[in-house]
């Protein structure tokens, strides 16, 4: 790789100046030399943070060259650097780029180096959506942390400042920046498809806490946070990616439940900010996203909030913000607005050309580009990037997935995992009484690099403790022939434990957890994603929330139902019974626990 001269004479001798220092705004003169040199065509580059398929810059399978000509019209990370001058890079799994930690550091050398060889070569910014739980693009061996509302079940700041602080040092490793995280939606719907155990919970004050509590963490390690997304999509039953949302809160509700967490995390320093594709009318009445719009962006992210850090567009493929305009006008209207880095457009050719158009016909200004690259360069500098852009294998080795950090998770998740029910004092099993246990249920795909499947990793995990576990797969909506033959293997079993995944009042989830308790068998349940599974299964006895499927909640889980652990989660979101959704079954704060 280019050696630390090399990269330092590409960026015209700024470099050493600005790595010098956490604050960039006190570089301001020299950004704005480097700005004044770009053309208009690499300044139009710079608002754009592209996908691109691929394990490696240079050298990507032949699947993932056709994928990259197909969509973008280059073959590789370097050709589309070189022919846009993109100022970003976002990596996905799906698109092959975070196959092992080498291999994703090799790739994130292979892009800084393509885009500091050319003429005016400034480093890349490189994000993902790393928020743990159900929704990280980098799996195993990295270590892997409970989820926002499984955190805000723990309810501790400290634990959420280490998921930052942890999750951001192996993220630095990989050569990833920016992190898409934390989500400080409010999650006030219980029918939120988009949102739900992505959000730290319900209680504004106490999301608000563990917001910046991560977010601190996040930064502490170089690492730009992003709070999203805003103005606040918590409140909402259209999932924005497929449709376009409509947020009907008043201009006082959204004050007092949408606004503080993002209030929380300005304050707490946070580098970039997310917007969402939907529409609050309270908020800006012209049927206008709040991507694209000005009075949202501007008028109360920038002047009432007095926000000036980094403001990046969701992206730019949902059919969200996609449902009024052309993907020719929606980069332009976004940058109208006050958006800095335009997110994954689904034809990058059109939106940069649209950009570049709109420049050159002077529906925008060099000027107000010059405002966005600016705030992108700003970034670039804080995080170190203009000093020393690469890493190294060394560095993975010691960072990413270490013994330390993983049991840091396991700890992290043992705090989060909630007991919602308990009649009869049925938990925690005993491996003495009950040695055969039966775990069936719902085994959705496995979330963020996990092992998988749910009924296998719990089965795997009580085991260890010492019962003789077996798994059963029954899946999400199972047939009588499923239902028949899991309450033909819990005869040989002495109890069972189900998992359960989004049950709805016609869920043929409810027939096998009715008769597995027709059985006789102790029957413990585990709601592997929303805690408001309880409501619709009011007769199992023993119900214990994880709020997600990955390895490190199941495991926990598995821990407190053999007793290894005391729970102590308590519920972030209130539960609404299921035949009267006005009444409450379970509040926020609810959760039991075990005699000491």
Not at 150 to 159: L, Y
Not at 246 to 258: G, K, N, P, Y
Not at 326 to 341: H, N, Y
Not at 416 to 436: C, F, I, M, Q, W
Request: proline share 7%; glycine share 10%; no cysteine.
């Amino acid at each position: 790789m280019p050696s630390r001269r090399t990269v330092l004479a590409a960026t015209a001798g700024v470099a050493a100046t600005l790595a010098l220092s956490g604050t960039a705004h006190a570089h301001d003169k020299k950004l704005r030399s480097l700005i004044s040199r770009m053309t208009l065509e690499e300044k139009v580059g710079q608002l754009f943070v592209m996908r691109v398929y691929g394990h490696s810059a240079t050298a990507p399978d032949q699947a993932d060259i056709d994928a990259n000509l197909k969509e973008i019209g280059v073959r590789t990370a370097a050709e589309l650097i070189d022919r846009y001058r993109v100022g970003g890079i976002i990596y996905f799994a799906w698109a092959h780029n975070t196959r092992d930690p080498h291999q994703i550091a090799d790739l994130s050398n292979g892009i800084q180096k393509a885009s500091l060889g050319l003429p005016r070569g400034l480093p890349v910014l490189i994000s993902t959506d790393q928020e743990h739980g159900i929704v990280a693009r980098v799996g195993k061996p990295a270590t892997l942390f409970p989820g926002a509302m499984a955190i805000g079940a723990g309810g501790s700041r400290t634990d959420a400042r280490t998921l930052g602080r942890i999750a951001g040092r192996e993220l630095r490793a990989l050569g990833i920046r920016q992190d898409y995280a934390p989500v400080a939606d409010v999650n006030v719907n219980p029918a939120n498809p988009v949102i739900g155990v992505r959000s730290f919970g319900a209680d504004p004050a106490a999301v608000s806490r563990l917001v910046a509590a991560e977010v601190a963490g996040f930064q502490g390690s170089s690492v730009a946070a992003t709070a999203k997304h805003f103005p606040g999509h918590g409140d909402t039953a259209v999932d924005s990616h497929y449709g376009f949302p409509v947020i009907t809160h008043t201009r006082a509700q959204w004050d007092e439940l949408d606004a503080p967490p993002f209030r929380a995390a300005i304050e707490a320093g946070i580098d970039s900010i997310m917007t969402a594709h939907l529409m609050v009318p309270a908020l800006d009445d012209s049927g206008d996203p709040a991507t694209l719009s000005r009075p949202i962006l501007t008028g109360i992210l920038r002047e009432e909030l007095g926000y000036d850090g980094v403001v990046v567009t969701d992206s730019l493929g949902m059919e969200g913000v996609r449902t009024k305009y052309g993907d020719d006008r929606v980069p332009v209207l976004a940058l109208k607005a006050g958006v800095d880095q335009l997110l994954n457009p689904p034809n990058l050719d059109v939106a940069w050309n649209a950009v570049l158009t709109a420049v050159r016909d002077g529906e925008l200004t060099e000027e107000r580009l010059d405002e966005s690259i600016l705030r992108v360069l700003r970034l670039k500098a804080k995080l170190g990037l203009f000093g020393d852009p690469y890493v190294s294998h060394r560095g993975v080795d010691r960072t990413v997935g270490v013994p330390a950090h993983l049991a840091a998770a396991d700890r992290v998740a043992e705090r989060t995992t909630t007991l919602l029910a308990n009649e009869g004092g049925l938990l925690p099993l005993s491996a003495e009484d009950t040695p055969r246990v039966l775990v069936v249920g719902a085994d959705p795909a496995s979330p963020s690099g996990s092992t998988g499947p749910p009924t296998g990793v719990l089965a795997g995990a009580l085991t260890e403790l010492g019962f003789t576990a077996t798994a059963l797969s029954t899946g999400t909506a199972p047939s009588a022939a499923t239902v028949a033959r899991a309450v033909a293997a819990a005869g040989d079993a002495d109890a069972v434990v189900v998992g359960t995944y989004n049950v709805s009042a016609t869920s043929s989830q409810k027939t096998l957890v009715a008769e597995l308790l027709a059985t006789g068998k102790p029957v413990v349940a585990v709601a592997v994603r929303n805690p408001y599974d309880v409501a619709q299964l009011p007769a199992v006895r023993a119900y214990v929330a994880s709020y997600s499927w990955t390895d490190v909640e199941l495991r926990a889980a598995a821990r407190v139902i053999a007793g290894a652990v005391r729970p102590s989660g308590r519920l972030p979101v209130p539960v609404q019974r299921a035949d009267d959704p006005a009444r409450v079954l379970y509040p926020v704060g609810h959760g039991l626990t075990y005699p000491a």
